[in-house]
């Protein structure tokens, strides 16, 4: 955790504009002036101009930043929390985009739930660190249960203390020691010096020298809906920096790792394989985009089914989110409900970098593959051939899904007629920042599988890019 990509200063008491919608501070920041009314421990650190306007508070101030997170986990989430000094300091509403995140991937459908999924939600947080804040986060918002690790003695401790402090979480959260898994040498001190040859052998070097992360420690038996992991980004707390604009603590043990991010992610990557069947869905938070690229080929190099990324911007910091699962997306085998026509088309109106043309292509190009349909993108003119396999495109006749020829006329031909059918995605730039997609079938078979199929692109490509445009 640390500094990422700096964006265009935001004011700091204002909500970030790119909140995930169900955030708690997405249609209000936070009040300073009002929480420093009713809770005086905090008044100190909160200043309002002299001729009025917006409170503030000095984000360069620890104990500012952590009465600050002390107060909304209480005000607003009825959490008791604290941590010493210098250990790092979760802010509340960024943590909160991860969580909803993670929420969002669990109701997509994407991933059937895994065979042992109980009712309740449960989440395994690699590094829960002093703060626990994941945990606290998940329990409180959403009744979700945890795992959450770590490796060192003081996160270990304030962590069972942060649950300790909330008996109504209690129950749902387990705090445990990765040092303690069988396999496990004591965790190393954080090397000062970086990793001189960034190449992967000795990223695989270094990797090997990081504790246990999920291997020896999650044990046998168990299963879980999800991993999520803030991890160290950084090779040293030299690379780490200082930014003087925000004091969030952060000790060398949380911030930095041999190898930094990518080393610990790999390891997180490496140890997957092992579960591939006891984990919904693994994901990391990333810090550096070039990472994030790098990670997700890793991901499916070991042959994970689905890969999804996002960006959560936070303030003037962005980060990425990385989530893979080894579990065969559902098939779209889809009851044709909707009327079957031959053209569909929807417009995406939104920020004009967000919506460029060609990430949108891009989206549409992992929503159809990641539903296990073959796609052929040409993105000199932005459209997609995407053909539904021979075995899909017969079970949902078979099925009585869809019939063949749904359009034209509404006889039934023989099932083994029916091969490869497929459509054209195509997007156009009507204007800067707004975009038309069509989809147009082919062959003119199956036309209720491609309706419903365009429709549901039609909410993925809407929930991604218009909610970002916000
Ligand atoms: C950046 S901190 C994240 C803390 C907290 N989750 C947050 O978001 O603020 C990374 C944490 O990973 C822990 N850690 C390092 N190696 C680990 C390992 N092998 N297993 C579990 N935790 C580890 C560190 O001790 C530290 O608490």
């Not at 997405?26 to 101009?49: E, G, H, M, N, Q």
């Not at 579960?275 to 994970?304: C, H, I, P, Q, Y």
């Not at 949108?360 to 296990?372: G, Q």
């Not at 078979?398 to 997007?427: C, M, Y």
Request: charged share 20%; hydrophobic share 35%.
């Amino acid at each position: 955790m640390g500094r990422g990509k700096k964006r265009r200063r935001e004011n700091d008491s204002e909500a970030p504009r790119t909140m995930h919608p169900r955030n708690r501070y997405a249609a209000a920041p936070p009040d300073f002036a009002a929480l420093a009314a009713l809770y005086p421990s905090f008044a100190p650190f909160v200043s309002v101009p002299a001729g009025g306007g917006r409170a503030s508070v000095d984000f360069t101030d620890f104990d500012a930043t952590r009465e600050l997170t002390r107060v909304l986990l209480l005000h607003d989430h009825g959490i008791s929390w604290w941590i010493p000094d210098g250990q790092l300091c979760p802010t509340v509403p960024n943590r909160s985009n991860y969580i909803h995140w993670i929420e969002d991937l669990l109701s997509s459908n994407l991933i059937p739930p895994i065979s042992s999924s109980s009712e309740r939600v449960r989440g395994f947080d690699i590094g829960t660190g002093a703060n626990c804040i994941y945990p606290l986060l998940g329990a409180s918002l959403l009744g979700w249960n945890f795992v959450g690790s770590d490796v060192t003695d003081v996160a270990l401790e304030w962590a069972k203390k942060n649950v300790e402090s909330n008996p109504h979480l209690a129950g749902l959260i387990e705090i445990r020691n990765a040092n303690e898994a069988p396999c496990c040498s004591k965790s190393e001190t954080v090397d000062e010096e970086p990793i001189r040859e960034n190449t992967s052998e000795a990223v695989d070097n270094v990797v090997r020298s990081i504790p246990p992360i999920l291997v020896g420690v999650v044990k046998d038996n168990e299963s879980f809906d999800f991993c999520m992991c803030n991890p160290p980004f950084f090779e040293s707390m030299g690379e780490a920096g200082l930014n003087p604009k925000t004091s969030c603590g952060g000790t060398a043990q949380e911030m930095a790792c041999p190898g930094g991010e990518q080393a610990f992610i790999t390891h997180i990557i490496e140890d997957s394989v092992s579960f591939k069947n006891s984990f919904r869905w693994f994901t990391s938070m990333v810090g550096r985009k070039t990472n994030l690229k790098l990670l997700a080929s890793k991901v499916r190099e070991v042959g994970a089914s689905v890969v999804k990324t996002t960006e959560f911007v936070q303030g003037q910091t962005a980060r990425w989110g990385l989530a893979w699962s080894f579990i065969a997306p559902r098939k779209m085998v889809i009851r044709a409900s909707i009327p079957g026509k031959v053209h569909h088309s929807f417009m995406l109106q939104g920020h004009r970098h967000i919506c460029g043309a060609f990430k949108v292509l891009k989206s549409a190009e992992t929503f159809f593959c990641a539903s296990n349909l073959s796609c052929k993108t040409d993105s000199v003119s932005f459209s997609i051939d995407v053909t539904i396999p021979d075995e899909q495109t017969q079970a949902a006749v078979l099925h009585g899904d869809d019939f063949p020829g749904a359009v034209e006329d509404n006889s039934t031909k023989p099932h083994s007629a029916i091969t490869g059918t497929s459509f054209r995605i195509s997007v156009f730039e009507q204007i800067p920042g707004t975009l038309l997609i069509r989809g147009s079938l082919l062959n003119k078979a199956l036309s209720g599988t491609f309706s419903s199929l365009f429709s549901q692109l039609e909410d993925t490509l809407k929930e991604e890019f218009c909610r970002k445009a916000r």
